[in-house]
């Protein structure tokens, strides 16, 4: 059975142009780019033409790019580096909707001393922005705003973020894994000083991923040793995965126009159709800004776990806002932080698209989708149908 695959969010199928692309670096050309020999040396230029690559998908310089193994890495280094370089500021601004790899993150500090704000967001997963303003103090040091949320898709008000953030003089770090490669980012437009990419979710393989800091942007290094990468990020560069990054930089840019009217329009017809065919079936998220990949939906008093298990079996591959990586049944701190009611949060499914998508696929899972909804909600006990009323609302 073929696997329909709406889970990009979640990693991405990679490139067939960009494996092409790797492939020598694999095979023949296996040197070390540190290298004194030819052999190895000429891989530089090789890291050179990614970086150059990567630059002009964010536009920026070349050199304000650091390579790093992925996403949680890059925020990891954004985050210890620049704590580690404003030892007297012990106050760090983010949201109650970051990704692991930065709420853990700042949580495990909060744990060591540092003062940690969590803003809220509201009904639709927007922060506000006048208590952005308010929270930042002399004593912060970093403010760390996602650019678009993974399960929601909800684009954050970046450029607004910046002008707030650099006026108050903190140090702005976004994670923009959800980002790039769906939506421009144009970093001459865009005062962020830190910004994290993963190469997994835009079609490199896994185990890549960059860094940008702005040029002047003080920031310790996280990972330590040689001298690579501008002596910012230590290891030998792993040569096959930086040239994958750039190629699938410069695909996302050729593809960014699919990406936002083809694929988009099939994430609309998905989640139109969805909503119109289950009854008691609410989209999560901002409706106005977000990554035109993504939909969250709650099917109400059902099971997101039952709901992946019976598309499992159809060949549909998505995701549950519930199940976390530990693989606990706790709900979506996403969806709790903006309110989402008890009876939906449990049943929200992410469906992530990409551009390898197609019309047939969307129809699939249009057609197979309602009737499991269905299925399930005449087992459920906390279905209106189903259960006397006081179990709804208790
Ligand atoms: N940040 C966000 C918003 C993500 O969605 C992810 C992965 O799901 C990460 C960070 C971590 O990236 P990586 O898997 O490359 O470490």
Redesign the pocket.
């Given at each position: 059975m073929k696997t329909v695959y709406l889970d990009n969010?979640?990693t991405t199928a990679v490139d067939p142009e960009v494996l092409q692309e790797m492939m020598p670096y694999l095979t023949e050309l296996y040197g070390n780019a540190s290298s004194i020999h030819n052999f190895g040396g000429q891989l530089g230029k090789k890291i050179d033409h990614a970086r150059q690559q990567a630059a002009q998908l964010l536009n920026c310089h070349p050199t304000e790019i650091i390579f790093t193994c992925?996403?949680?890495?890059s925020?990891n280094t954004a985050i210890f580096g620049t704590l580690a370089r404003y030892p007297d500021k012990k106050h760090i601004v983010t949201t109650r909707v970051e990704?692991p790899?930065?709420r853990a993150t700042c949580r495990q500090l909060q744990q060591q001393g540092y003062k940690l704000t969590e803003l809220p967001v509201d009904a639709q997963g927007r922060i506000d922005l006048d208590q952005l303003q308010d929270e930042i103090t002399d004593n912060t040091a970093l403010v760390s705003i996602?650019y678009?949320?993974?399960e929601t898709g909800n684009i954050f008000p970046l450029k607004r973020i910046a002008d707030i953030v650099k006026d108050k003089g903190a140090i702005l770090h976004t994670?923009a894994?959800?980002a790039v490669g769906k939506i421009p980012i144009d970093l001459a437009q865009l005062p962020v000083d830190l910004l994290?990419v993963?190469?997994?979710?835009l079609h490199a393989p896994?185990g890549i991923?960059l860094l940008y800091i702005r040029r002047g942007t003080r920031i310790a290094p996280f990972m330590v040793g040689g001298h690579q990468e501008f002596s910012k990020r230590a290891g030998t560069e792993n040569v096959p995965a930086i040239v994958a990054l750039g190629q699938a930089c410069q695909l996302a840019q050729k593809h960014m126009t699919d990406e936002n009217t083809r694929v988009k329009q099939l994430r609309d017809q998905l989640e139109a159709g969805l909503i119109k065919t289950c009854p008691n079936s609410r989209i999560n998220g901002d409706p106005h800004a977000r990554v035109p990949n993504t939909t969250n939906i709650s099917f109400e008093y059902i099971e997101g776990e039952a709901i992946l298990l019976q598309l499992d079996r159809l060949g549909i591959a998505a995701s549950s806002g519930s199940a976390c990586t530990s693989g606990s049944l706790e709900p979506s701190h996403v969806l709790r932080a903006m309110g989402v009611p008890f009876t939906a949060v449990h049943g929200s499914i992410r469906f992530s698209l990409s551009r390898f998508n197609t019309q047939e696929e969307i129809a699939y899972v249009l057609e197979k989708v309602p009737p499991v909804i269905k299925l399930l909600r005449s087992m459920s006990p906390f279905s209106p149908e189903n259960s006397p009323n006081e179990i709804l609302t208790s």
């Open positions: 969010n979640a992925g996403g949680t890495e925020d990704h790899a930065v996602m678009a949320n993974n994670d894994v959800q994290s993963s190469g997994h979710k896994k991923g």
